[in-house]
Nanobody, 120 residues
Framework: QVQLVESGGGLVQPGGSLRLSCATSGSISSINAMSWYRQAPGKQRRLVASITRDGATNTADSVKGRFTISRDNAKNTVYLQMNSLKPEDTAVYYC??????????????WGQGTQVTVSS
């Protein structure tokens, strides 16, 4: 079992920045990929950015150039740096981890979510 704890959400004005953190309960090196998703009211949860164990990243077109995902293996933490925030970035942001577990296969874990509100 992997426990994920997000932090760093809050209220920010348009154009501002926030950094979200996702701390894992165990070694981040055992996790194949970690991602950030977001869900706005009345909308589906969507992938924002992901990072593999090897450090390869993928970012949604809607946030490309503004958001950056990174990981600190020593701290077992993944970050999402969000710059130039827009009102449409308002959502609950969730941390996700995927790990292959023998013999059962792929396992997926979710954090509890952190609210990001972009408003003047």
């Amino acid at each position: 079992q992997v426990q994920l704890v997000e932090s760093g959400g809050g209220l920010v004005q348009p154009g501002g920045s926030l950094r979200l953190s996702c701390a894992t309960s165990g070694s981040i090196s055992s996790i194949n990929a970690m991602s950030w998703y977001r869900q706005a009211p009345g909308k589906q949860r969507r992938l924002v950015a992901s990072i593999t164990r090897d450090g390869a990243t993928n970012t949604a077109d809607s946030v490309k150039g503004r958001f950056t995902i990174s990981r600190d293996n020593a701290k077992n933490t993944v970050y999402l740096q969000m710059n130039s925030l827009k009102p449409e970035d308002t959502a609950v942001y969730y941390c996700n981890a995927v790990r292959y577990e023998s013999p059962t296969g792929w396992a997926e874990f979710w954090g509890q979510g952190t609210q990001v509100t972009v408003s003047s």
